[in-house]
């Protein structure tokens, strides 16, 4: 039985940081990919990462500010997130795939998330 398990949310200030943690169990997958959602907007595609730590891609809006990384040994996914402000308040959900996209729509699994808030 496949699981994600994101932790790591929370309160913050704007140009604080936090580390969101994806523990993955059951099978492991090609790529791995963080998604927000914020109240009101529509699902978006935040960073992805290849299962050896390669092919990864950011968003526009979080490039330079987050950074995606995984320990294999862990079977873990990270987002490191720097700078906050209070447009990164939304739910944080990690999700994993074998196709190489940045479509939500194109992963197989989804964590339940985790609530990312940041005041200014």
């Known amino acids: 039985q496949v699981q994600l398990l994101e932790s790591g949310g929370g309160l913050v200030q704007a140009g604080g940081s936090l580390r969101l943690s994806c523990a993955a169990s059951?099978?492991?997958?090609?790529?791995y990919g963080w998604f927000r959602q914020a109240p009101g907007k529509e699902r978006e595609f935040v960073a992805r990462?290849?299962?050896?730590?390669?092919?990864?891609y950011y968003s526009d809006s979080v490039k330079g500010r987050f950074t995606i990384s995984r320990d294999n040994a862990k079977n873990t996914v990270y987002l490191q997130m720097n700078s906050l402000s209070p447009e990164d308040t939304a739910d944080y959900y990690c999700?994993?795939?074998?196709?190489?996209?940045?479509?939500?729509?194109?992963?197989?699994?989804w964590g339940q998330g985790t609530q990312v808030t940041v005041s200014s």
């Open positions: 999700a994993a795939g074998n196709r190489y996209s940045l479509d939500g729509n194109e992963y197989d699994y």
């Open positions: 059951g099978r492991t997958f090609s790529y």
């Open positions: 990462i290849g299962w050896r730590g390669n092919n990864i």
